[in-house]
């Protein structure tokens, strides 16, 4: 089963929208923390957002937020207001602390595009 | 300015030749990671480092081999390169291996194996 799940392989929103990227993730790691990737089409990898297992309070940073629902294992992104530069793969990913070490899984994406 | 810095930025090789990606950092993290990313498959771990002298297998690591010998550097080698290792290879790294530490990407080394 796969651990990190992605439904949307595109998604289209108009600029100054607000637009969810879905995640759902699968574990039995009761530590576990969730980020969000963007990767613009030059390829970088850019860190947006973490939440953590025991985090009471949804993440927020800036325009992005994670819509952590635990009982669901979800951990949807929400960018409000969306810009043009908004437009990339977006990617979830879970670090699970087990074994002794901490890995991150990530999910196969979302393609944000973002029209004016 | 602080970061990862990966060689090649790209490279064209011939079926059954070795190849190292070099990959090195300076904020002295102790976890290291490498990744290739594939269209439609996001990123897969290949191998990774909690601390120098230590390496692990990742999800994919068939067909690569790793060493750790300084906190700074974690190259990545194909000892024999096939046309199914033509993909893009990312290195990270983190503080720790805690969860709640972030990875710091590479730019990517973009490798096509004929």
């Known amino acids: 089963a796969q651990k990190i799940t992605q439904t949307q392989p595109g998604m289209f929103v108009q600029e100054k929208e607000a637009v969810t990227l879905d995640c759902t993730y699968d574990?039995?790691?009761?530590?576990?923390?969730l980020f969000w990737y963007k990767q613009p089409s030059s390829g970088e990898m850019i860190f947006l957002i973490y939440?953590?297992?025991?985090?009471?309070q949804n993440a927020t940073e800036g325009r992005y937020s994670l819509n952590f629902q635990k009982a669901r294992k979800s951990a949807n992104l929400v960018i409000s207001a969306s810009q043009l530069g908004d437009s990339a793969m977006y990617f979830c990913?879970?670090?699970?602390?087990?074994?002794?070490?901490?890995?991150?899984?990530f999910g196969k994406g979302t393609m944000l595009l973002v029209s004016p | 300015i602080a970061g990862i810095t990966q060689a090649p930025t790209s490279q064209i090789l011939a079926a059954g030749r070795r190849m190292t990606l070099r990959c090195t950092q300076d904020?002295?993290?102790?976890?290291m990671y490498w990744y290739r990313q594939d269209l439609g498959l996001g990123l897969r771990l290949i191998h990774y480092?909690?601390?120098?002298?230590?390496?692990g297998k990742g999800e994919v690591p068939d067909g690569y081999s790793v060493s750790r010998a300084n906190t700074d550097d974690f190259p990545l080698t194909l000892a024999s390169a096939v046309p199914s290792q033509t993909s893009v290879y990312f290195c990270?790294?983190?503080?720790?291996?805690?969860?709640?530490?972030?990875?710091?990407f590479g730019p990517g080394t973009r490798l096509t194996v004929l």
């Open positions: 990270a790294s983190s503080i720790s291996g805690a969860s709640y530490n972030e990875q710091f």
């Open positions: 574990t039995s790691d009761p530590s576990y923390g």
């Open positions: 939440q953590g297992s025991y985090d009471q």
């Open positions: 990913a879970m670090r699970e602390v087990s074994s002794g070490y901490s890995t991150l899984t």
């Open positions: 904020m002295r993290h102790n976890a």
């Open positions: 480092s909690n601390t120098a002298g230590t390496t």
